[in-house]
């Protein structure tokens, strides 16, 4: 490993406005003596909105990684799904050769839900389009394993309607009602104990989420609850695990 550690971003989409919504986040984390670097498909689909969107994008991406993996010793995929280019990179030489790690957004805010939540808790989703209901429900039985006890602490997957450039292209006051109206749908569910966001594009709206979550739980509930971010956690995981030689 080099004598400055390098973490890669990978936005998948071709939407540079994206990628630049999630520097603040990283930078939030203050892992000052890490580099962070930002990777943006040059082409391909603008927003990843279905699993054949997530594989297009795939094809867009893997040129211009295939020279950079030499120069990081982590990676992240920052799309909110079971996206295929997580294990395609990990089976690339230069990363199998480094021992370096790779994830996903939601692989990242998924495992640390489960540890942030009460064993009695459960975790859910809050993403874009309807079709993301059945594709991240599944994908979470995939990830955490079929009757596993984890995937018994996943309360489900709620979604705004809205695609992850409507997140920023809509009227602000659409989107924050339809963001707080799938929160709400959500907590009905019942022992939530954290609320993964469930798109890139969600970025800095965590607020959005808590005052949804005070709204209908009260003041005292309502700040109780997590809202984990899937890059913060994503770069924190990565952190820790290229510290630990992992």
């Known amino acids: 490993m080099r004598e400055t550690r390098s973490i890669l971003i990978i936005n998948p989409n071709s939407t540079e406005s994206m990628t630049d919504g999630l520097r603040p986040l990283v930078d939030a984390l203050q892992f000052k003596d890490t580099k962070h670097e930002f990777f943006t498909a040059p082409s391909g689909p603008k927003s990843i909105n279905n699993e054949d969107d997530a594989a297009e994008s795939v094809k867009h991406c893997v040129p211009g990684l295939e020279d950079v ?52 808790e459960k975790f859910g989703i809050v993403s874009t389009g309807k079709v993301w209901e059945k594709i ?72 959005m989420v808590r005052e949804a979550c005070v709204e209908e739980l009260g003041e005292v509930d309502g700040k109780r609850i997590r809202v984990v971010d899937g890059v913060q956690a994503g770069v924190a995981w990565l952190e820790g695990a290229i510290r630990s030689g992992f």
């Open 136 to 207: 991240l429900q599944e994908a979470v039985v995939a990830f955490l394993g079929t009757g596993s006890e984890a995937s018994k602490r996943f309360a489900g997957v709620e979604t705004t309607g809205l695609n992850a450039t409507d997140l920023h292209d809509a009227p602000p006051e659409e989107v924050k009602k339809r963001m707080k109206d799938a929160v709400k749908r959500l907590l009905k569910k019942g022992n939530v104990g954290a609320i993964c966001l469930g798109c890139a594009g969600m970025a800095g709206m965590d607020e």
């Open 69 to 120: 993996l030499d120069q990081h010793d982590g990676f992240l995929v920052a799309c909110y799904s079971h996206h295929p280019l997580v294990p395609i990179l990990k089976e690339k030489t230069p990363i199998q050769r480094g021992r370096k790690p790779v994830t996903g957004i939601f692989e990242g805010s998924v495992s640390t839900s489960l540890q942030l939540i009460h064993p009695n």
